[in-house]
């Protein structure tokens, strides 16, 4: 299965429509304008909540922490270096590889691949898409994927 992440360009907050393999609607992401930090917020289409990716604005290095009703199931923070950027990714036990920063990884569960994440060079706004070989993992990928989006964001 697949999903495509496509970032509105002429909006005053990141807001973020997300396609399945057919490039119909599944899912929308919202950032609140007027927030203490960065966050998201992630829809399906009939405006359920399914997760928040906000940051933690007291720490002395960028980190996110990612919810789900309320309780708090994963941390994406960068590490402190000289020279390029590193983060270490705590969320349900899943690691990342590859160029998370160039935009071209996997994230594995144990040994199993995932998810395979690239993104778009030549597309107007951030465009990503999400090959994703597990259905169970998609919500949680995605929430992933949109954390790391914001941790790079240097927001």
């Not at 970032?7 to 927030?35: C, G, L």
């Not at 309780?71 to 590859?98: C, H, L, R």
């Not at 160039?102 to 090959?131: C, F, M, Q, R, S």
Request: with cysteine; proline share 1%; aromatic share 16%.
């Amino acid at each position: 299965m697949r999903l495509l992440i496509k970032q509105r360009v002429f909006t005053w907050s990141d807001t973020y429509d997300v396609y399945d393999e057919y490039e119909n609607p599944k899912y929308y992401v919202k950032a609140e304008i007027f927030a203490w930090g960065h966050q998201l917020h992630v829809y399906d289409q009939e405006g359920n909540e399914l997760g928040v990716i906000h940051q933690k604005v007291l720490s002395f290095l960028p980190e996110f922490e990612i919810e789900i009703n309320g309780e708090v199931i994963g941390t994406i923070y960068k590490n402190f270096t000289f020279f390029s950027n590193n983060y270490e990714v705590e969320y349900m036990g899943w690691k990342v590889e590859g160029d998370y920063l160039g935009w071209n990884y996997d994230i594995y569960d144990g040994e199993e691949a995932i998810l395979h994440i690239n993104k778009k060079v030549l597309a107007w706004g951030d465009t990503y898409v999400l090959d994703i070989m597990r259905e169970e993992d998609e919500v949680n990928g995605l929430l992933l994927v949109l954390a790391i989006d914001a941790a790079n964001c240097g927001k």
